[in-house]
C-alpha cells in the first residue's frame, strides 16, 4: 500500500487531502458522511471577528462545469466559533491525531486579521491558521490583500508576529502574477500557500435582464476552473520555497496527482463534495491504488516531478507576464 504521508509546514498528515474552506461547513457537520481520519486535514469556514449574514439571495448557481456562489463570508462569528463550534471540532481531533485541523480566518484590515490568530493562537487543537486573503465576495471583490504583494505580506506579517502556529497563506487567481502575490505572503512569514481560491466569474437570466446572482458576479469554482488553478499552484511552485496547497476542480485521484506533479505537497477538495458529498471519504484509497498500479513510490516522491522545457514562455525564469502568440 503507498505510503500518503507528507510534511506540511512542520505538521505530518497522513494523506494529502484536506477540506476546503467554506465546502464543508466547519468539519464536524459531515462526520455522518466522512470519517475524521480519512482526511488529511479538515479546514473550516471564515471566521470573521463578527457575525456575517453573507450577501443576499439568489447567491448560488449551478453552471454546466461547477457553480458560482456570493455566499459573502456567513459565518457566526469568532466568538460562536471558539464556544459552540470548536468543543466538537477538537473532540474529533483528539481522537485522530493525524489529521490537522486548520482555522481559516478573514478580516478586513492587517490588524484584524491578526486579532484574529491572537485570540486562537492558545487553542490548542487547532494546527493551522489559513488565511483568506482573496474571497471575491467581500469588499466589491476587490481583493485589497491578494492583488498587491505588499499588502499581502504586511497580512501575513503581521499574523506572523502574534502566533507561531504553520500559516498558509490562500491566494487570489484573479490577478496578473500569482507568484509575485505568493513572494510577499512568504515574505510576510507564511508557511503555506493554499493556491487558489475561485475565479470571478458571472451568469444572466437573459429573458429577465438580471444575472443570476444577486451581487452580479460571484466565484466560479469546480471542474471547469482546474486548469487555472493548476497553472497557478505551478507558477506558485516555482516561486517561493514553502509548500503548496494545490485547490480548485479536483474531483479524482487522477487530478490530485496533477497538481502533486506541479508541486503541491497537499491539496483541498470542494465542490465535488457538493455532488457527492463521500468523495473525500473515498479518495485516498483511490489514490493508495493508483500509486500502487504505478509502482507503489511513496506519494512524497511524486510532488515537483512535472519538467517544462525550457524555452516555454510561462517558466518563471523569464521576465515576459503573457505568452508569446
Given at each position: 500500500?503507498?505510503?500518503?504521508?507528507?510534511?506540511?509546514?512542520?505538521?505530518?498528515?497522513?494523506?494529502?487531502?484536506?477540506?476546503?474552506?467554506?465546502?464543508?461547513?466547519?468539519?464536524?457537520?459531515?462526520?455522518?458522511?466522512?470519517?475524521?481520519?480519512?482526511?488529511?486535514?479538515?479546514?473550516?469556514?471564515?471566521?470573521?471577528?463578527?457575525?456575517?449574514?453573507?450577501?443576499?439571495?439568489?447567491?448560488?448557481?449551478?453552471?454546466?462545469?461547477?457553480?458560482?456562489?456570493?455566499?459573502?463570508?456567513?459565518?457566526?462569528?469568532?466568538?460562536?466559533?471558539?464556544?459552540a463550534t470548536l468543543p466538537s471540532v477538537l473532540a474529533e481531533r483528539a481522537r485522530h491525531p493525524h489529521t490537522i485541523v486548520v482555522t481559516n480566518?478573514?478580516?478586513?484590515?492587517?490588524?484584524?486579521?491578526?486579532?484574529?490568530?491572537?485570540?486562537?493562537?492558545e487553542v490548542e487543537g487547532i494546527d493551522a491558521f489559513e488565511i483568506n486573503l482573496s474571497c471575491p465576495n467581500v469588499d466589491g471583490g476587490k481583493?485589497?490583500?491578494?492583488?498587491?504583494?505588499?499588502?499581502?505580506?504586511?497580512?501575513?506579517?503581521?499574523?506572523?508576529?502574534?502566533?507561531?502556529?504553520?500559516?498558509?497563506?490562500?491566494?487570489?487567481?484573479?490577478?496578473?502574477?500569482?507568484?509575485?502575490?505568493?513572494?510577499?505572503?512568504?515574505?510576510?512569514?507564511?508557511?503555506?500557500?493554499?493556491?487558489?481560491?475561485?475565479?470571478?466569474?458571472?451568469?444572466?437570466?437573459?429573458?429577465?435582464?438580471r444575472p443570476r446572482l444577486a451581487t452580479g458576479a460571484g466565484g466560479y469554482s469546480g471542474a471547469g476552473v482546474m486548469p487555472v488553478a493548476l497553472?497557478?499552484?505551478?507558477?506558485?511552485?516555482?516561486?517561493?520555497?514553502?509548500?503548496?496547497?494545490?485547490?480548485?476542480?479536483?474531483?479524482?485521484?487522477?487530478?490530485?496527482?496533477?497538481?502533486?506533479?506541479?508541486?503541491?505537497?497537499?491539496?483541498?477538495?470542494?465542490?465535488?463534495?457538493?455532488?457527492?458529498?463521500?468523495?473525500?471519504?473515498?479518495?485516498?484509497?483511490?489514490?493508495?491504488?493508483?500509486?500502487?498500479?504505478?509502482?507503489?513510490?511513496?506519494?512524497?516522491?511524486?510532488?515537483?516531478?512535472?519538467?517544462?522545457?525550457?524555452?516555454?514562455?510561462?517558466?518563471?525564469?523569464?521576465?515576459?507576464?503573457?505568452?508569446?502568440?
Amino acid at each position: 500500500m503507498a505510503d500518503l504521508s507528507i510534511e506540511l509546514a512542520g505538521l505530518r498528515l497522513a494523506n494529502p487531502l484536506l477540506s476546503a474552506s467554506g465546502t464543508f461547513g466547519h468539519g464536524v457537520e459531515m462526520t455522518p458522511l466522512v470519517s475524521f481520519e480519512s482526511l488529511g486535514g479538515w479546514v473550516s469556514k471564515t471566521v470573521t471577528a463578527q457575525p456575517r449574514a453573507g450577501n443576499a439571495m439568489p447567491r448560488i448557481h449551478e453552471t454546466a462545469a461547477g457553480f458560482l456562489n456570493s455566499i459573502g463570508l456567513e459565518n457566526k462569528g469568532i466568538d460562536h466559533y471558539q464556544e459552540a463550534t470548536l468543543p466538537s471540532v477538537l473532540a474529533e481531533r483528539a481522537r485522530h491525531p493525524h489529521t490537522i485541523v486548520v482555522t481559516n480566518l478573514g478580516g478586513h484590515t492587517a490588524e484584524e486579521f491578526a486579532q484574529l490568530a491572537q485570540r486562537l493562537d492558545e487553542v490548542e487543537g487547532i494546527d493551522a491558521f489559513e488565511i483568506n486573503l482573496s474571497c471575491p465576495n467581500v469588499d466589491g471583490g476587490k481583493l485589497p490583500y491578494s492583488t498587491d504583494p505588499a499588502r499581502a505580506e504586511e497580512v501575513m506579517a503581521g499574523v506572523r508576529r502574534v502566533t507561531q502556529k504553520p500559516l498558509f497563506a490562500k491566494v487570489s487567481p484573479n490577478v496578473t502574477r500569482v507568484d509575485e502575490i505568493a513572494k510577499g505572503c512568504e515574505a510576510g512569514g507564511a508557511d503555506a500557500i493554499t493556491a487558489c481560491n475561485t475565479l470571478l466569474g458571472m451568469a444572466v437570466d437573459w429573458r429577465r435582464g438580471r444575472p443570476r446572482l444577486a451581487t452580479g458576479a460571484g466565484g466560479y469554482s469546480g471542474a471547469g476552473v482546474m486548469p487555472v488553478a493548476l497553472r497557478c499552484a505551478w507558477q506558485c511552485a516555482q516561486a517561493v520555497a514553502i509548500p503548496i496547497i494545490g485547490c480548485g476542480g479536483i474531483r479524482s485521484a487522477e487530478d490530485v496527482m496533477e497538481f502533486v506533479a506541479v508541486g503541491c505537497a497537499a491539496v483541498q477538495v470542494g465542490t465535488a463534495s457538493f455532488s457527492d458529498p463521500s468523495c473525500l471519504a473515498r479518495m485516498g484509497q483511490e489514490l493508495s491504488d493508483l500509486l500502487d498500479r504505478e509502482g507503489g513510490r511513496p506519494l512524497s516522491e511524486w510532488v515537483g516531478t512535472l519538467e517544462v522545457p525550457p524555452q516555454t514562455p510561462w517558466r518563471q525564469t523569464q521576465e515576459r507576464q503573457t505568452p508569446g502568440c
